[in-house]
């Protein structure tokens, strides 16, 4: 039973066309002469043995050029005729593209291209959201350095709706995508071109504004820290020091520590809320912030009402009771609660112990 008087299949038409096309360097009459009745045979083949015995155009073309003596690969590229609709040149240049990446020496390369078509996907999908991004109302300093503007949450919720689109664009599932390349419109196609062509051209600027904002990035914080070296206080390992527990060379716990640097001036220990939450040393009316350990309050006090209050202020207990022992070897060792003398009464005591002069034992 033949199946001739069916109408011919999309897939097969689009096929014969492509065909036909890949042929269009022969001579007109060879042409006809290859093609005719291609579309009869194929569809009675397709409904015997389904759409995949169409196979590969590009190759079905070779094989009819080479059967009919004719070189494999034609040796011009197709032009497409003057005059012809939007559609025959996009098929035209469709099928030089097919003719340029089946030649022995790109076929294989453009093989593993083919088999990495969907890292494409994902790379069209972040230009896509790069650009949502970018257009999103507001701009949010701390988002994700690949993908700017945005809150990370929202960046990956961006980011995975794009991916997911592009791949079902891919998989001929949403439009502009076609399961089968010739029937596709041909708005999907300009659409489509249009889309890639777009993410082709946005990926090397979208690289150089997302390096320039690294570096705005890396400044900006470098200032911050500046800025906070600045304006913090005393540092301990990166952090600050919000109050100071002392002890003498014995360990012994000291109170009233007053500190100075070594240019005289007070030592300045700043805290976030120091105010509300530790009371200082006084001189006179005049607060210091320089005598150790501040007393510190249980509750935050944020009213001058409320800083009066010193029922809940206590000073910190501090972490260890004693500390060991320390010595120096400019400092001499003894009782703990015997004064040390001073630099003039070390002198008195070493004038004492001195002989007397020659002409003061003289009669």
Known sequence: MSTTDLPVRPDVAGFVDRVRDLLSDLPEEDRLELTEGL???LADQVAEQGADVLGDAVAYARELRTA????????????PPAGVMLLEQLDAARAWFDLQVSRPRVVSAWRVLVTLRPAWWV????????????LWPGW?????????????AIGLLMLAVCVVGSALV??????????????????????LLALNLCAIVSLPVINGELDQQSWSRYNQGYGEAELFMTESGVLNGGREVCNIAAYDASGQPLTGVQLFDQEGRP???????????????????????NVFPLAERERPARTSARRADLGETAFPVPDRATTPEVTHPLVSPGPADEPQPDRAERREKAGEGRETPRNDRRP
């Not at 790379?123 to 970018?134: F, G, I, K, P």
């Not at 001929?172 to 596709?184: D, F, I, K, N």
Request: include cysteine; charge should be positive; proline fraction near 9%.
């Open 39 to 41: 579309e009869a045979d």
């Open 68 to 79: 009919a003596g004719f070189d494999p690969v034609p040796g011009r590229r197709p032009s």
């Open 123 to 134: 790379l069209r999908a972040w230009a896509a959201s790069v650009v949502v991004a970018l």
């Open 140 to 152: 949010y300093d701390y988002g994700l350095t690949w993908l700017p503007g945005v809150h990370p």
């Open 170 to 191: 891919g998989l001929g599932v949403l439009w502009p995508g076609a399961r089968t390349p010739g029937s596709r419109s041909l708005l999907a196609r300009v659409v």
């Open 267 to 289: 030592l300045d220990v700043r805290c976030w809320d120091q105010q509300a939450r530790t009371v200082p040393w006084i001189l006179g009316d005049v607060a210091r912030w």
